[in-house]
């Protein structure tokens, strides 16, 4: 029997953005508002892979490593809220050119590995709370955060005690090749 794991391709949020993230949810919205996400959870998912056997898992680490692309810096300024799916984000007006790319890149390698790719758009944002059915009243506008990004990682998605938490499994840098781990 093969085993398999849940993984995705994100950006990392560095942990003082994290930290100001969180308090600026926890003065925003209402306890009642939504489930909020762990801190250690926030990120920005470029491509969500789903069950991943281990050789498929190999194939885009693989892909990832071959991946040559700039830094970029986003901005955090934008906010909203998802009824349907129940999810308040965090998000940008205007994406950065790099940030698509980088997306689309590993969206298309997992797409040609056999993993599922939604046919929705692309909507880049850090999940703040799940489980936001009713109307959630939101902040006149978002903080503005920017952050340069240099990198992306591949994570896997534990579900343990009731409670989901991401590991990081690799790291890959922008703007070149790397050695092998």
Known sequence: MTSTRRLFFAIALPDSVRQAIIGWRAGQFPYEAGRPVAAANLHITLAFLGEVSANKEQALRAAAMRLQQKPFTL???????????????????????????????????????GCYQSPLPFHPHVTLLRQARQAVALPPGAPGWEITVDGFSLYASLFDNGRTRYMLLDSWPLAGRRDSV
Do not use: E, F, I, T
């Open 75 to 113: 901005a955090l300024d934008d906010c909203g809220h998802w009824p349907g799916s129940g999810v308040v984000w965090l998000g940008m007006k205007r994406a950065p050119r790099g940030l698509l790319q980088l997306a689309q890149r590993l969206r298309a390698q997992a797409a040609r590995n």
